[in-house]
């Protein structure tokens, strides 16, 4: 089992619908969640951190823990064309200072 | 502000040789960390410095090596090119240790041949 978890996609939304966007995670002992977006040939860029069980908001951008479920999501509301990138959820492991991350989910919002 | 700059951008070594990958922080940032990032995958970890000190280690051969300079700016060196190195190398940096999240440089594309 791998110890972050993506679906490579690619994920398919229309302009203005919601994307989700998924994570599962192996360490139960893992605290922090993030979500990367990374355009093709461009390095990645963080999009927001998560700690607490439940939801934050961010603009359109929405992340959702279930730590007893080891699951991480991102749900992009109103969804743009310039959405369209690679999402990578990264977990920061309990007691070292590594990111691990997921491969990747490939979304494609299509105007 | 300058965001995380990494030198060089571009390169290409053969098999066997040595390479210096150089990376400077955002400025009060204290935390350098390198990551490996294949195509279609997502990155690896490397290493990670805090305050000049290595604080963690990924599953790379001793051919990887890195250390902090005290300004905070950074080397990865690898030794012993295999072509199988051949990645985006990307270095990120955080005030802290991570916990916030780190900003990633622009990356250096190693090419092995």
């Known amino acids: 089992q791998k110890e972050v978890e993506q679906n490579s996609g690619p994920l398919s939304v229309p302009e203005g619908a919601i994307a989700s966007l998924n994570c599962t995670y192996s360490d139960r002992g893992s605290q922090s969640f993030f979500w990367y977006r990374q355009y093709s040939g461009k390095s990645p860029e963080l999009i927001m951190f998560i700690y607490s069980n439940g939801d934050k908001e961010d603009g359109r951008f929405t992340a959702q823990l279930n730590k007893a479920s080891q699951y991480v999501s991102l749900l992009i509301r109103d969804s743009q064309p310039s959405d369209s990138a690679t999402y990578l959820c990264?977990?920061?492991?309990?007691?070292?200072?590594?990111?691990?991350f997921g491969t990747g989910t490939r979304l494609k919002v299509l105007a | 502000d300058a965001g995380v700059t990494q030198s060089p951008t571009h390169l290409i070594k053969t098999r066997g040789q040595q390479v210096t990958l150089r990376c400077s922080p955002i400025s009060g940032h204290k935390s350098v960390s390198w990551y490996q990032q294949v195509l279609g995958q997502g990155p690896q970890f490397i290493f990670q410095?805090?305050?000049?000190?290595?604080?963690g280690r990924g599953n790379f051969p001793d051919r990887f090596s890195a250390r902090q300079f005290p300004n905070y700016s950074s080397e990865l060196n690898v030794n012993a090119l295999l072509l199988g190195d051949s990645a985006l190398y990307l270095c990120?940096?955080?005030f802290g240790t991570g916990g916030n999240g780190y900003t990633f440089g622009s990356g250096t594309r190693l090419t092995v041949v």
């Open positions: 410095y805090y305050e000049k000190e290595e604080r």
């Open positions: 990264a977990v920061l492991t309990s007691g070292t200072y590594k990111y691990i």
């Open positions: 990120a940096s955080s």
